[in-house]
């Protein structure tokens, strides 16, 4: 595909499609809270690119990421996890 928005928007949803309704329960749960803690891994929907992250502590520079598209490691099932990190375009932990 030459569009590389596109192919992140069908990756996105690829990945959405993967969670069970419990995940999503935990995943909009997840969205209230104000950030994650130091050190929990996430994906941020909105920059796939990016692959696995890790929180940063709130005092570090740059540290936020909006909730509203973050699906963070704790919300889901561990085969859940290993599934949607197969299908990002780049694994490594940031």
Do not use: Y
């Not at 709130?58 to 859940?80: C, G, I, K, N």
């Amino acid at each position: 595909m030459k569009n590389p928005a596109a192919a992140e928007l069908i990756t996105r949803e690829s990945i959405l499609k993967l969670l069970s309704d419990a995940e999503v329960a935990h995943v909009c749960t997840a969205e209230t809270q104000a950030q994650l803690a130091p050190g929990e891994e996430f994906i941020d929907l909105k920059r796939l690119s990016r692959g696995v992250r890790k929180a940063r502590p709130p005092e570090a520079a740059l540290s936020t990421v909006a909730m509203a598209r973050v699906l963070p490691r704790s919300a889901l099932e561990p085969a859940t996890w290993t599934k949607i990190v197969a299908q990002l375009p780049h694994h490594a932990v940031h």
